[in-house]
């Protein structure tokens, strides 16, 4: 979809299309369309709540590839999206839960589009993600503080398993369980990290192979 849009000075005016499929920091990171992005926002075209969340997300993205985590600031994210501090808090609580926002949507994506049939095929997916922004990735990896990115995907994985337990057997993960679980992903997840900040990494189906072949069997049922 596109829409017709009038920018221009006091001197003279002209139209641009802004393509609305397109993310918004398409048009931030072009100069020629900076303003435009921002008053497109600003000046009210309908945006539905998951479409401003997308924007704030794409721009919290943006500055992520800059900067680590604790550098950047909810006045950054706003500024960069061109929306007022009242608008960013109805969506989000902080600069962390735009990040969680942006990988579990990412992860629910995975989880649900029925693709991956096994751990190994989740994995691959997973990594190609993570692969395909490396540099953010990294800065979200580098914060270990509280809300941090490590312990959200850590958490987010947990849940999953659990749900897919009760889904398989109706019942969740007891207790003896619940440690192996952790043991898993605990593993995954360190695995994973150390293959972002490699220099000389594995590739990624080598890396999703091994992960795939360290999961017992009773585990990889739940997925």
Same mark, same amino acid.
């Not at 680590?68 to 902080?94: C, P, W």
């Not at 593993?187 to 017992?216: H, T």
């Given at each position: 979809?596109?829409?017709? &849009?009038?920018?221009?000075?006091?001197?003279?005016?002209?139209?641009?299309?802004?393509?609305?499929?397109?993310?918004?920091?398409?048009?931030?990171?072009?100069?020629?369309?900076?303003?435009?992005?921002?008053? +497109?926002?600003?000046?009210?075209?309908?945006?539905?709540?998951?479409?401003?969340?997308?924007?704030?997300? /794409?721009?919290? #993205?943006? +500055?992520?590839?800059?900067?680590?985590?604790?550098?950047?600031?909810?006045?950054?994210?706003?500024?960069?999206?061109?929306?007022?501090?009242?608008?960013?808090?109805?969506?989000?609580?902080?600069?962390? /839960?735009?990040?969680?926002? #942006?990988?579990?949507?990412?992860? /629910?994506?995975?989880?649900?589009? #029925?693709?991956?049939?096994?751990?190994?095929? *989740? &994995?691959?997916?997973? +990594?190609? &993600?993570?692969?395909?922004?490396?540099?953010?990735?990294?800065?979200?990896?580098?914060?270990?503080?509280?809300?941090?990115?490590?312990?959200?995907?850590?958490?987010?994985?947990?849940?999953?398993? #659990?749900?897919?337990?009760?889904?398989?057997?109706?019942?969740?993960?007891?207790?003896?369980?619940?440690?192996?679980?952790? *043991?898993?992903?605990?593993?995954?997840?360190?695995?994973?990290?150390?293959?972002? &900040?490699? /220099?000389?990494?594995?590739?990624?189906?080598?890396?999703?192979?091994? @992960?795939?072949?360290? @999961?017992?069997?009773?585990?990889?049922?739940? *997925?």
């Amino acid at each position: 979809m596109r829409t017709k &849009f009038h920018n221009g000075t006091n001197k003279a005016k002209s139209t641009i299309f802004i393509d609305k499929t397109l993310p918004i920091w398409y048009y931030h990171e072009n100069d020629k369309f900076a303003n435009v992005a921002t008053m +497109l926002v600003c000046r009210g075209e309908e945006m539905s709540k998951d479409i401003t969340k997308q924007h704030i997300t /794409d721009s919290f #993205n943006v +500055l992520s590839r800059k900067y680590q985590l604790d550098k950047i600031t909810v006045n950054m994210i706003v500024e960069t999206a061109g929306i007022s501090k009242s608008t960013f808090y109805r969506h989000f609580f902080d600069k962390y /839960d735009v990040m969680n926002y #942006n990988y579990k949507r990412v992860l /629910d994506d995975i989880f649900t589009r #029925n693709a991956c049939k096994s751990w190994n095929e *989740l &994995f691959l997916s997973i +990594l190609a &993600f993570l692969e395909k922004d490396i540099n953010r990735v990294r800065h979200a990896f580098l914060y270990l503080g509280e809300n941090s990115y490590e312990q959200y995907v850590f958490e987010y994985s947990f849940n999953r398993m #659990n749900e897919k337990c009760i889904e398989k057997r109706g019942s969740a993960l007891c207790d003896q369980e619940i440690y192996t679980a952790k *043991l898993i992903i605990y593993g995954c997840v360190y695995a994973v990290k150390d293959w972002v &900040f490699s /220099d000389k990494r594995i590739s990624r189906q080598e890396l999703a192979l091994q @992960i795939d072949n360290a @999961i017992p069997d009773k585990y990889k049922a739940l *997925l």
